[in-house]
């Protein structure tokens, strides 16, 4: 049995801003867009992703700092029972809108669970 502790990091309160080259740089990354996409419904260890997505486990792990650093995944920790926890990885957005305006590119992630118009802002290029 295991439960997860929802003290988290990896989202961007609304004061904080986004990375824009490190969001890019991430989805621009095959391995992280599969971890994306594999979490995007349930969260999931570096061993699980590595499996889920056929990656060496090191590289699950590189890539899920990548993603994190981004803002793009959170972390949270999963309670066993059995006393062995487990880091696990998800999704913490459901769009990204990117825009080119005023001679840069602007960045917004959305999330549903956030207030409805509520986004991370972007540190500008």
């Known amino acids: 049995m295991s439960a997860t502790n929802p003290t988290t990091r ?3 309160t609304e ?21 994306l996409e594999a979490t995007s419904e349930e969260a999931l260890t ?3 992703l590595s499996e889920q997505c056929d990656i060496p486990t090191s590289t699950a792990y590189r890539k899920v700092e990548k ?10 920790v999963r309670i066993n029972t059995s006393g062995k926890h487990a880091t696990e ?13 005023d001679g840069g590119v602007e960045l917004e992630l959305t ?15």
């Open 67 to 76: 993603l994190t650093d981004a803002g793009l995944v959170t972390e949270q």
């Open 111 to 125: 999330n549903g669970e956030r207030q409805s118009g509520a986004a991370a802002p972007v540190a500008g290029d």
């Open 15 to 35: 004061e904080e801003t986004v990375d824009t080259d490190a969001v890019l740089s991430a989805l621009d990354d095959d391995a992280c867009r599969a971890i």
């Open 46 to 48: 570096a061993t699980e």
């Open 10 to 12: 990896g989202w961007l």
């Open 89 to 101: 990885y998800r999704t913490c957005f459901d769009d990204v809108v990117v825009s080119l305006a």
